[in-house]
């Protein structure tokens, strides 16, 4: 197989999801990823009409993010009607995941220029709104495996390693002060454009709305757990509470603590990102100078009920491909969904925590689930550019029991 490259690399800021309130609440998911695009096609590095495939990741395909979202979101950008799209969900990998659809495209020789990306509007569609809950709802599943709600298995994870809230809060506290340096040192705006209101053109937000920059330790000390009364419901076939059947699959845990709160969990907003990808061959023939190579793409399948400690075997699985060792990476981006999945596969694949999301992550900037893959993959890209650094990897945890990993490679 050939190489895939990456061309360039954009995403809007984050936007607070709340309906009403959000700076991007008002704008469909749709404009959303049509104005990632515009703003790829308007750096003059490609045309519209060369692009052979776009691929959007998004988690919640319903209402205004159902109807084949990728393909509206094309036509919505006035792109040319040749542009084929299609919208794709792996939960919280989505946006990363068509990226390694595009790679593998692109590499393969099925086609020369791919787009590939993610949105998701958290405002307008709300995390759950598909009404599929974690397993589709299935009875017969559910006799055989019955798996908890993310947080449960956070709590279960930060109970099984025996990590602290004082340790949690930590990596929050981190997150907020490295989001807050790289937003003080402009180190987003290489990927970031304003996003403006369809019709008039007003920017209705140009930088990340979500990250508390005065967040404190004594702040977060003082929230309340998050995800008490959700281990306290009735769920199982046997009248078992939530936290009763994670405790089941786990009974080694001896009782679940309750440690992840809305500070030291990942929040919820708006946002779309996507990168171009292109084959040798393209490369070869323009003559563009590429940003960047893809070294290997990876993804497993984990136990279900834990369900969030799939990054440490997938970036394992990621270095073997690219003949590499955790220590080789210079700069690793590991979602922030919760603190304990950091915290988890830091100790996992024994990195170095200041190599670990030196820009922040979802915790201060906020988890627009199916484009947060694609963020992150830019974000990681930017760095390695200002830093002189040479390679990234960047990895997810993903509902059901799943990892993702990617690596790159700085040109």
């Known amino acids: ?234 769920a199982g076939p046997r009248g078992e509470t939530l936290d009763q059947l994670a405790l089941a699959a786990y009974p080694r845990a001896r009782a679940l603590q309750h440690v992840h709160t809305a500070g030291n969990s990942s929040g919820i907003v708006d946002g779309a990102a996507a990168v171009v990808l292109a084959s040798e061959r393209y490369v070869r023939e323009t003559g563009i100078k590429p940003r960047a190579r893809i070294r290997a793409m990876a993804t497993v399948g984990t136990e279900p009920v834990l369900m969030l400690t799939g990054p440490a075997p997938a970036s394992q699985k990621a270095l073997r491909l690219a003949g590499m060792e955790a220590r080789d990476i210079d700069l690793w981006e590991i979602n922030e969904a919760f603190a304990g999945v950091v915290l988890q596969t830091i100790r996992a694949l024994g990195i170095d925590p200041e190599r670990v999301n030196v820009n922040g992550g979802s915790i201060a900037l906020g988890h627009p689930l199916g484009a947060t893959g694609a963020m992150l993959l830019g974000t990681a890209l930017d760095e390695l550019e200002r830093s002189g650094k040479q390679t990234a990897l960047i990895t997810m945890c993903v509902g059901g029991g799943q990892g993702i990993a990617t690596i790159i490679e700085r040109l």
């Not at 309906?19 to 990632?36: M, N, R, T, W």
């Not at 950008?77 to 659809?101: D, E, K, M």
């Not at 990250?211 to 000390?221: G, V």
Request: hydrophobic share 40%; charged share 20%.
């Open 1 to 234: 197989m050939n190489t895939s490259y990456v061309i360039d690399a954009a995403r809007t800021p984050r936007g607070r999801g709340k309906a009403g309130k959000g700076a991007l609440s008002g704008i469909h998911p749709q404009e959303l990823f049509a104005q990632v695009l515009n703003a790829l096609r308007e750096r003059g590095r490609f045309e519209a009409g060369e692009v052979e495939d776009v691929m959007v990741g998004c988690v919640s395909q319903v209402g205004e993010q159902g109807a084949n979202l990728a393909r509206n979101a094309v036509l919505t950008a006035g792109w040319p009607q040749q542009v084929s799209a299609v919208s794709l969900n792996r939960f919280c990998a989505s946006g990363l995941q068509a990226i390694h659809f595009g790679a593998m495209g692109v590499a393969s020789g099925a086609m020369d220029l791919a787009v590939a990306g993610g949105v998701e509007s958290m405002s307008r569609v709300p995390m759950g709104a598909d009404g599929g809950g974690q397993d589709g709802n299935n009875p017969h599943l559910r006799e055989r495996l019955f798996q908890v709600p993310q947080g449960i298995s956070a709590d279960l994870i930060a109970t099984l390693e025996g990590l602290s809230r004082e340790e949690l809060d930590a990596v929050a506290l981190r997150s907020q002060r490295n989001a807050a340096r790289a937003i003080e040192e402009g180190r987003f705006v290489k990927s970031l454009f304003p996003v403006r209101q369809p019709g008039t053109g007003a920017v209705v937000l140009e930088r990340d709305e979500f990250p508390r920059p005065d967040t404190t330790a004594e702040a977060l000390a003082a929230l309340k757990p998050s995800f008490v009364a959700m281990g306290e419901t009735v």
